[in-house]
């Protein structure tokens, strides 16, 4: 029997007057599971974040964690989650060690346990050198610590984070994205974040909503081993040899980029699962043209998320299970 998925979102929306911000959105996550919610600015994620933490009511539709309503049973799910906002409110005029030891008492958390919970999550979020330091005079990224430090203190199940590395400098992004990733397994993670980057490094599953709306919600291995795409950089009459791309069987775009006098740069999206390297090659040696160079690149989230925001697609060819 399969386990009760752990966020489940069942025809969600929300809107403000005539304004759709959220459209039918539905979504599962399992338990355990890591997963990359992503979408430009006013796509509705960060709305829809807020409704899954009890912050926003909801027009219509349904939103459980862990089996908890959000509308209904919101004490329950407040006690379920740990919330990372993209704007962390904090009391400036608080030491962080204060901070924290307060929040602590509001989670419930054991008085027994507190000060070694405490302690944990100041040492996984890097801010033991800032614990006596009033928050008003920490920097950005220190505050995203701060509050993502705050977000797990009662050990919550589920960490719904929204632009946990905004802030941060290389070393620090590197650090949280691996305290993120040692998380999931023993957490359910959703993660909001605009370096797609970031998402590719720790994320085995991505859900990308644009306009409202979900337009993609697969695993990236999967994506990227169903849409190869080569690329090609041929000294010839470019025409020609675009129209011969293009004449191939399993061939579904050619693009071209002039890089110098007579020799372009061609990449060719194949049909899933075709590996046209080979039969390409062979018939633009045989035309007498130049190939310098004929690499196959798997596509990138980038690839991904461009398609969908620009075009504002439903990847039904992209899509998986």
Not at 74 to 80: A, E, F, G, L
Not at 150 to 170: F, N, R, S, V, Y
Request: aromatic share 6%; hydrophobic share 40%; with cysteine.
């Amino acid at each position: 029997m399969a386990a009760s998925p752990a966020i489940e979102v069942e025809n969600l929306c929300k809107t403000y007057g005539p304004i759709v911000a959220v459209d039918q959105v539905n979504f599962r996550v399992a338990p355990g599971e890591l997963v990359g919610f992503l979408g430009p600015n006013g796509a509705g994620k960060s709305t829809t974040m807020r409704i899954l933490t009890s912050y926003l009511p909801a027009t219509s539709g349904y939103a459980r964690i862990n089996g908890f309503d959000v509308m209904t049973e919101s004490m329950q799910v407040r006690q379920n989650i740990g919330y990372l906002p993209e704007s962390v409110p904090l009391y400036g005029e608080m030491r962080v060690e204060e901070y924290l030891h307060y929040r602590a008492k509001l989670k419930g958390v054991d008085r027994r346990k507190r000060a070694a919970r405490i302690d944990y999550c100041v040492n996984h979020c890097r801010i033991r050198e800032v614990q006596r330091r009033l928050l008003s005079t920490l920097s950005k990224g220190y505050r995203q610590r701060v509050g993502l430090a705050d977000a797990l203190l009662a050990d919550p199940k589920i960490l719904i984070l929204d632009e946990p590395t905004a802030g941060l400098d290389p070393v620090q992004i590197r650090e949280t994205l691996n305290t993120i990733r040692e998380l999931a397994g023993s957490h359910t993670i959703l993660l909001s974040t605009h370096i797609l980057s970031e998402v590719e490094a720790i994320c085995e599953r991505v859900i990308i909503i644009n306009k409202g709306g979900i337009k993609w919600d697969g695993k990236l291995s999967s994506f990227a081993e169903q849409v190869p795409v080569l690329s090609l950089e041929v000294r010839g009459p470019a025409r020609e040899v675009s129209a011969m791309l293009e004449r191939e069987e399993g061939v579904r775009q050619v693009k071209a980029q002039t890089l110098e006098d007579q020799v372009t740069l061609f990449e060719v999206t194949a049909e899933k699962n075709r590996d046209l390297r080979e039969s390409l090659a062979q018939k633009i040696v045989k035309a007498g043209w130049g190939l310098r160079r004929l690499e196959m690149r798997r596509p990138k989230l980038e690839d991904l998320f461009l398609r969908v925001v620009h075009r504002n697609e439903l990847v039904d060819d992209w899509k998986t299970s």
